[in-house]
């Protein structure tokens, strides 16, 4: 398998610009998890989808921020308008449930960088 | 509710020498616990993780994990640290919130490994 696919890996934008990152979970996999990893907050989890579905979006930081998962194979994290505020590295990662126990298997992340 | 501590943000140590990296955790169940490695510009991957099962876990590249319930401890080791094992480790408790069971990660430990 080839893992969590994200892309771009590289994003530089300027302030006011649409911004869209992509996933790809593994096969199989039925739950999916946007992450934002910065210097200041470390880890944070955005949004939980399960069987596509938006579970948990308590994480989302404000109505610039948008997801979806149109099919079990794709997913978009949508930054519209971006702000120099929202650089950070987004990671996908997915799993097969969140029965305690199941590990999440991470993508190599986007690195955006708004300017 | 679940929560973990690393209790060094920076560790340093020679090749060849032991690594031992902290975690404490907090949990009203048993808990999962897991360790990820970041290596510099990648993704989160998987070391080990501990699910109830033997107390004493084996992972990947050398290092292992003790689960001391006594101690709410989950600390990690390796025997003899190698050059490729700089990276930041996670620590990350399996917690069950808002419905579902979330990965709540530590602050991470960055290791550096000197010649």
């Known amino acids: 398998d080839a893992g969590v696919i994200q892309s771009p890996r590289h994003e530089v934008t300027e302030m006011g610009q649409e911004v869209t990152l992509r996933c790809k979970p593994i096969?199989?996999?039925?739950?999916l998890f946007w992450y934002r990893q910065t210097m200041m907050r470390g880890l944070e989890l955005l949004i939980y989808?399960?069987?596509?579905?938006?579970?948990?979006d308590s994480g989302m930081p404000e109505d610039r921020f948008s997801a979806k998962m149109p099919n079990a194979s794709f997913s978009t994290l949508k930054i519209q308008p971006s702000e120099p505020r929202d650089s950070a590295v987004y990671f996908c990662?997915?799993?097969?449930?969140?029965?305690?126990?199941?590990?999440?298997?991470f993508g190599p992340g986007t690195r955006l960088t708004v300017l | 509710a679940q929560s973990v501590t690393q209790l060094d943000s920076h560790v340093s140590v020679s090749e060849g020498t032991p690594v031992l990296l902290r975690c404490n955790y907090s949990?009203?169940?048993?808990?999962?616990l897991f360790w990820y490695v970041q290596h510099p510009n990648k993704g989160l991957q998987l070391l080990l993780k501990?699910?109830?099962?033997?107390?004493l876990v084996k992972g990947i590249n050398g290092f292992e994990a003790e689960f001391k319930k006594s101690e709410t401890s989950f600390h990690l080791t390796k025997p003899s640290a190698h050059m490729s094992d700089a990276a930041e480790y996670f620590c990350?408790?399996?917690?069950?919130?808002?419905?579902?069971?979330?990965?709540?990660f530590g602050a991470g430990t960055r290791l550096a490994v000197h010649p």
């Open positions: 990662a997915s799993s097969f449930s969140t029965t305690t126990g199941n590990e999440q298997f």
């Open positions: 096969s199989g996999h039925n739950s």
């Open positions: 989808f399960n069987n596509n579905v938006p579970i948990d």
């Open positions: 949990s009203s169940y048993s808990p999962s």
């Open positions: 501990y699910t109830s099962a033997a107390t």
């Open positions: 990350v408790v399996s917690g069950f919130s808002g419905g579902y069971n979330k990965l709540i």
